[in-house]
């Protein structure tokens, strides 16, 4: 008699909850008005200690440049962010948040907590601690794999 497989029903569940909360999210983030790749850039930019530069973000985000250029474009349409000359070297452009971008941070922030309260509800406090201590284990693992 052979084991079930144990390792392929995590990875399908781990799936099937990642496409939940990916559909909350994006239900959420509707009302705020950005998709969830320009919230995963505001979230970036917003986290960076300077303003960054496109090539950065690219890296950061883990996509090609010219992904990041659609986003920013999107996002500086809505006023959300724009781009300014690096002081030290004009040739170079960085992208900082406005204003407007800064509210729309916070309701994104608000809109995420939101959707993934939508997602733990049926959890207890106890078995969210128990969850976040496994993901944060796995995390740790698998750091600078994959």
Do not use: F, W
Not at 32 to 48: D, E, M
Not at 88 to 109: K, P, S
């Amino acid at each position: 008699m052979t084991a079930p497989d144990t390792s392929g029903q995590l990875a399908e569940q781990l799936l099937r909850l990642t496409r939940r909360l990916h559909r909350a999210q994006k239900l959420y983030l509707d009302p705020v008005g950005i998709t969830p790749a320009q919230a995963r850039l505001l979230r970036a930019v917003a986290h960076s200690e300077a303003p960054p530069r496109m090539a950065d973000l690219a890296q950061r985000l883990e996509v090609v440049p010219r992904a990041v250029t659609t986003l920013v474009d999107a996002l500086e349409a809505n006023g959300v962010v724009r781009r300014v000359p690096d002081p030290a070297n004009r040739r170079v452009i960085r992208i900082e948040l406005t204003d407007r971008g800064r509210t729309t941070l916070r309701a994104l922030r608000d809109a995420r907590r939101a959707s993934v309260e939508d997602v733990l509800a049926p959890l207890s406090a106890e078995q969210r601690e128990v969850l976040g201590g496994l993901l944060a284990e796995l995390l740790r693992a698998s750091d600078g794999r994959c």
